[in-house]
């Protein structure tokens, strides 16, 4: 069988990225415990942010944050004296609002597959449900920020997270009560696909502090039913799209 020359094929391939038909090939109806697995979740370019979003420069102003007296610190993880600080620097924006931090990445996996590799004490449900740590794509925030935060942070709401110079989208799907609550933390799906060449499990993380999250607040920002149910995320398309817009937003009412 003949092949287009590399230059033809990435032609088609920006004219279909014009015309919409790669975003319209991300599924809206997935089954979802068909990638309940731990090695064959969810491709990343189903959630992945778009190519035109500036990842660098959004990553770089968060971590110029500073801390003000509404936020909150909290310890990487429990023996480790490093922290990170929860930012409300863009909390009020008229677009784009968020909490954001600058944190490492361990592995959350409560819920449906809280018994996976290096996750002895897992819980069998998260906040908003029991998820799919191998099929959803999620975020953690302390327990004890969410429940000041109910209004912004109802739960479902899209995450984006930066992590090796790329955007990929989540919801916020649970938190940490553990003593002391700890930050920075996803799920399985969401880490790996953050950092698929480091093996992460449940009881290895990514130790360096340089993974950007951002959760998105308020009615707009929340994932509706239809696209995210009581285990599995349906509907990647939806959280692609609005992930996109979320970020445009933020980029926009930032001047990035």
């Known amino acids: 069988m003949r ?3 590399i230059a033809v094929m990435a032609t ?10 790669i975003r319209d090939s991300i599924p809206t109806n997935v089954d979802g415990a068909k990638y ?18 500036p990842a660098s420069r959004i990553a770089a102003a968060a971590a110029k944050m500073t801390k003000t007296p509404k936020d909150a610190t909290y310890i990487l993880s429990d023996g480790n004296s490093k922290k990170a ?24 996996c409560d819920g449906i597959d809280h018994a996976c590799k290096g996750n002895p004490d897992g819980e069998t449900h998260t906040d908003f449900g ?12 302390p327990s004890k920020f969410a ?23 989540g919801v916020f799907g649970d938190t940490d009560g553990d003593t002391p609550e700890t930050i920075g ?25 340089d993974v950007t999250y951002i959760f998105f607040t308020g009615d707009g920002s929340v994932l509706p039913s239809s696209a995210i149910g009581e285990n599995y995320l349906t509907n990647f398309n939806a959280l692609k799209t609005l992930g996109d817009k979320l970020v445009g937003d933020l980029v926009s009412s930032l001047g990035l």
Do not use: Q, R
Not at 12 to 21: F, K, M, P, R
Not at 153 to 168: R, T, Y
């Open 3 to 5: 092949t287009a020359p």
């Open 12 to 21: 088609s391939l920006a004219v279909a990225n014009a015309a919409g038909l």
């Open 36 to 53: 309940n697995k731990p090695n064959a979740g969810p491709p990343g370019a189903w959630f992945s942010g778009a190519s035109s979003l």
């Open 85 to 108: 600080t929860i930012h409300s620097d863009w909390a009020n924006l008229s677009k784009g609002a968020a909490y954001a931090f600058v944190a490492d990445m361990d592995v959350d």
């Open 130 to 141: 029991a998820l799919a740590a191998y099929e959803v794509p999620w975020a953690v925030i």
């Open 147 to 169: 429940s000041g935060h109910t209004k912004e942070l109802a739960g479902n709401n899209v995450v984006a997270v930066i992590c090796n110079g790329k955007i990929f989208y």
């Open 185 to 209: 933390e996803a799920s399985w799906l969401l880490a790996n696909t953050c950092f698929p060449s480091e093996g992460l499990n449940g009881n290895n993380g990514h130790v360096p502090a």
